[in-house]
């Protein structure tokens, strides 16, 4: 019987060894078939335009030819030329465009699996074609020159964290006697001289001591279980806590009218000079209020922000002369004295430009209507009424509302005025929600009446950080709570004694107060002498700060270090 009748014979089966002969033999067919199909003649015939196709230099030994990248398509290749030759077109001027011909030559050194040549052909042609040619730099802004002293920074700041090489072992576990007498030397306003450099620090009482001095504010009203600073945006750490004024009116109103008082003990310390400056922080805009003599000033100065449009017309109502000096080109800057809004030199032709733009649009909208009276239907027009001008006008004063171009400056005798206005307005007690029936908060570097006595929170850290060599110590402190400008430049003494004139500095700023260090003086103002501010309750260098202009502007402290005993900051 044959083979081919047997019952379960296939006639296409092959032994194993069989399949793996015919296996190699098709291999090797193929590759010569693959070095064919992409022989350079024969891609330059089926691509015009398309550099021919080189597999590269062969690999030492026997073997097939060198496999062709599977990532270098034609298609790319296409693309790339492509992009050069729009780029050439778009540019023949330019003397670094490198010919066509160029280019497909110096593409033809390279081989196919070469990482450099694959980076290029997914890059942009211009970019490679073009000879490197110094760039201009971008403009950075130039660091400051260092100072042995720092400018006033009046922002709140939530908090501090200062790091150094050398331990601040010296902060820590005070002493109930060190603490006691830091106390005492805070009320008595006595100013602790230390040396310029301190070898042992933490075996320093006057260093200790002053620390504990340092970190003393005064605060009314006083709730243990409430945080009351910050007060802007504060209502979700209240939420859940007990507030039995809430839903008493009695007891808002006897709040308010010990609130009342302290306020008004306050501004009478600020007017004889013996409290520098105080804040007034409310669930929707804080209050900075400054003693005569202070950033520059020879009047008492108080500074709002952020307000509102209803606030700001409640206080015109009210007959409160104010300026926005943020803002050169507001309409009512007559009413409200704008020769004090701003100190720059050309202010005078922005309100003037701003006064031609207003009269010019009143104007066209008087002409608006004029072709409706030649076509005779005017009447069948319906025109807009007073209400809707008088809107489209006061649109740009609406803009500025919580934003920080609506900070209010307040001069002199207003000043008293707007304290009696703070205390009757509504505006200051949140009607709804956590902050409902809470007063302001009232914070003070010195002591006044119905005021509370609280110290911020101090936390010292050691960690290794790395560094080439291995690791080192890395020290740093940290305060938290209600930081005032004072208590900056008075830690910032300590530290630069403590230290060995060497730390740095982060500072965290309430942003609603930043805007404070804006100018309040014209440019040609001379600072003033402060020794009528000599019992104000601050250290005398601390003082001699306070009384320079302000220069900040919209910005305020971020950043501090001081090296070999002088500062450089950012902003």
Not at 250 to 263: C, P, T
Not at 404 to 424: D, R
Request: aromatic share 8%.
């Amino acid at each position: 019987m044959s083979s081919d009748k047997l019952p379960g014979y296939s006639p296409s089966f092959k032994k194993p060894s069989e399949i793996l002969r015919l296996s190699r033999r098709r291999s090797r067919s193929e590759a010569g078939v693959r070095t064919g199909l992409f022989s350079p003649g024969d891609v330059t015939k089926r691509v015009p335009g398309v550099r021919p196709f080189s597999p590269g230099p062969q690999r030492s030994g026997s073997g097939p030819g060198k496999r062709r990248n599977p990532f270098a398509s034609l298609e790319n290749t296409v693309a790339a030329k492509k992009r050069a030759e729009s780029v050439a077109e778009c540019c023949p001027q330019e003397s670094w465009a490198l010919p066509a011909a160029k280019e497909q030559e110096n593409l033809q050194h390279h081989s196919v699996d070469d990482v450099i040549w694959e980076e290029s052909l997914h890059s942009d042609p211009a970019a490679t074609t073009k000879p490197q040619t110094p760039e201009k730099p971008i403009p950075t802004p130039e660091p400051c020159n260092a100072s042995v002293t720092y400018p006033a920074d009046w922002s709140l700041k939530t908090r501090l964290l200062f790091t150094s090489s050398q331990p601040f072992t010296w902060t820590d576990h005070l002493k109930a006697q060190e603490e006691a007498q830091g106390l005492i030397l805070h009320c008595r306003a006595s100013p602790v001289s230390l040396p310029h450099s301190i070898a042992e620090p933490k075996s320093s009482t006057d260093l200790r001591c002053a620390f504990q001095q340092a970190l003393v504010y005064w605060l009314h009203p006083t709730f243990p279980w409430l945080q009351l600073f910050p007060r802007i945006g504060a209502d979700r750490k209240m939420t859940g806590k007990n507030s039995p004024w809430t839903q008493d009116e009695a007891l808002q109103q006897v709040l308010m009218s010990e609130w009342a008082l302290s306020f008004t003990s306050l501004y009478n310390m600020l007017k004889a000079k013996l409290c520098p400056y105080f804040y007034v922080c409310t669930y929707q805009f804080t209050v900075l209020f400054r003693a005569a003599g202070i950033a520059g000033s020879d009047v008492i100065t108080a500074v709002m922000s952020p307000t509102t449009r209803g606030i700001r017309e409640a206080m015109k109502n009210e007959g409160i002369d104010f300026s926005l000096p943020l803002v050169t080109n507001e309409p009512n800057n007559k009413k409200t004295k704008a020769s004090e809004s701003t100190c720059e030199s050309d202010d005078k032709t922005q309100e003037a430009e701003h006064e031609g733009e207003e009269a010019e649009v009143d104007s066209d909208e008087d002409e608006s209507f004029s072709w409706l009276e030649e076509m005779g239907v005017e009447d069948k027009i319906k025109k807009p009424d007073a209400i809707s001008i008088k809107l489209r006008k006061e649109k740009n004063e609406v803009k500025l509302d919580h934003r920080p171009e609506s900070v209010v400056l307040v001069k002199g005798a207003n000043t008293f005025t707007l304290l009696n206005f703070l205390i009757n307005c509504k505006s200051v007690v949140a009607a709804a929600g956590p902050q409902a029936g809470l007063p302001p908060t009232l914070l003070s570097p010195v002591a006044f009446r119905g005021a509370t006595m609280h110290t911020m929170k101090a936390r010292t850290v050691n960690v290794k950080t790395r560094v080439s060599s291995g690791y080192k110590d890395q020290f740093s402190l940290e305060i938290t709570g209600p930081v005032m400008p004072h208590t900056v430049h008075s830690l910032t003494l300590l530290l630069k004694a403590a230290q060995k004139g060497s730390f740095s500095a982060s500072l965290y700023t309430h942003e609603p107060t930043t805007v404070f260090n804006t100018a309040i003086h014209p440019q040609n103002c001379k600072e003033t002498d402060g020794a009528e501010l000599a019992h104000c309750g601050l250290h005398p260098l601390t003082l001699e700060q306070f009384t320079q202009l302000s220069t900040l502007g919209k910005f305020s402290l971020r950043h501090l270090e001081l090296n070999d005993y002088k500062y450089t900051w950012k902003c």
